[in-house]
Structures are given as C-alpha cells and as structure tokens.
T-cell receptor, first 114, second 109 residues
Framework: GAVVSQHPSRVICKSGTSVKIECRSL??????MFWYRQFPKKSLMLMAT?????????EQGVEKDKFLINHASLTLSTLTVTSAHPEDSSFYIC??????????FGPGTRLTVL | GQNIDQPTEMTATEGAIVQINCTYQ??????LFWYQQHAGEAPTFLSY??LDGLEEKGRFSSFLSRSKGYSYLLLKELQMKDSASYLC??????????WGAGTKLIIKP
C-alpha cells in the first residue's frame, strides 16, 4: 500500500508552547488528509479534514484556533497545537486519502505536554 | 445518529478461531473496513467490504450483510502476534469514515 509519514514520532514539550506535526504522503498525491486524536484504550476521534488549497473542516467541539491545520501541498499537511496544555497530551494520527475508498495512516505522533 | 457497535474485549486461545462482530447504523454506506491496531501504533488496513458476502485473505476473512447492517472479522489459526485492537469503520455517504470503539483481542497460549 501507499506510504504516509508523520514527524515527529514523539514530542515532549512544556505547557504554553506550540508543537507542529507534519504528515506527508510519500508516493502519492493526497488532496484530502485527515487528522485524528486517540486517547488510551479509545477509538480514533476525527478532529478535522484537511483539503489542499482550502481551509480545513473541523469536527464539532474541536477548536480551530487551538489546532491549526495547513495543507500547503498535495503531499503535506501540518497540525500545529498552539499553547499546548497537559490535557492536549494524546496520540495524534494523520491519514491521507488516495482514492475515495483508500485511506492510509501515518505512524502517529505521541505528544506529551508537561 | 450514526453508530458502530462492536464488543469491547474478547479472549481466545492460540491456534483457535475467533469472530469479531460489528453492527452499524449510518447515513449512507460506501463500504466497511476492518483495521488492526497494536498498542502505541497507527491502524493498519485489513479488509474492505462493499458487497454482501465473504472476503477471504489468508488467515483473515471479513463478512458483510448490508440488509442487516452487520459485519464480522474472522481470524483463524490465531497467533500471539494477533493480540491487538480491531477497529470496524464504515464509510458514509460523504465518504467519511465512522469508527467503532474497537475490540481488544487477547490471545492466550
């Protein structure tokens, strides 16, 4: 299957700082990428849908000023957690859509906010 | 509303067979997916069903009945490495994935 990379894989930061997570589709172009959050022992929670060249669509309850998404090219989307707090600590996973029914996941980023 | 139901946890014995069920109610249907997720890792794709019937892929098979809103994932000849969470997801009319909470499968020797 297609490959999606995510960087960094782990990040530890101090409360109040901002953290940027990159999601790249390595061998295909993705007009749509998705950002998920997952708490321990819970299922994936869709945060937002990122479309190349336009504003992201956020799910209900997700603060768009808190979680900034930029889909600058057909192979790169970034999620910036602004002014991070301990409650933002989580596993963040991106996925990239290759076709309408094919979606490939990045390896995830473990964020720990102290 | 949209809803995906699957058991929270199941236990099975190495070498045996286990069936993980998933029922769904969604606005539209463009296919049902099963993913495997090991702890601390991202999900990996296992199967995709859009038509009724059984899809077999090695030790894993997936079944779909659209009229019943029902699917199952069948794992044969269980191995210890199959211990993971198994996520059922349905693609709705907007081609968005609706996720179940996942079934944690514990394999015992």
């Amino acid at each position: 299957g297609a490959v999606v990379s995510q960087h960094p894989s782990r990040v530890i930061c101090k409360s109040g700082t901002s953290v940027k997570i990159e999601c790249r589709s390595l061998d295909f172009q993705a007009t749509t990428m998705f950002w998920y959050r997952q708490f321990p022992k819970k299922s994936l929670m869709l945060m937002a849908t990122s479309n190349e060249g336009s504003k992201a669509t956020y799910e209900q309850g997700v603060e768009k000023d808190k979680f900034l998404i930029n889909h600058a090219s057909l192979t790169l989307s970034t999620l910036t957690v602004t002014s991070a707090h301990p409650e933002d600590s989580s596993f963040y996973i991106c996925s990239a859509r290759q076709t309408e029914t094919e979606q490939f996941f990045g390896p995830g980023t473990r964020l720990t906010v102290l | 509303g949209q809803n995906i139901d699957q058991p929270t946890e199941m236990t099975a014995t190495e070498g045996a067979i286990v069936q993980i069920n998933c029922t769904y109610q969604t606005s539209g249907f463009n296919g049902l997916f099963w993913y495997q997720q090991h702890a601390g890792e991202a999900p990996t794709f296992l199967s995709y069903n859009v038509l009724d019937g059984l899809e077999e892929k090695g030790r894993f098979s997936s079944f779909l009945s659209r009229s019943k809103g029902y699917s199952y994932l069948l794992l044969k000849e269980l191995q210890m490495k199959d211990s993971a969470s198994y996520l059922c997801a349905v693609m709705d009319s907007n081609y968005q994935l609706i996720w179940g909470a996942g079934t944690k499968l514990i394999i015992k020797p």
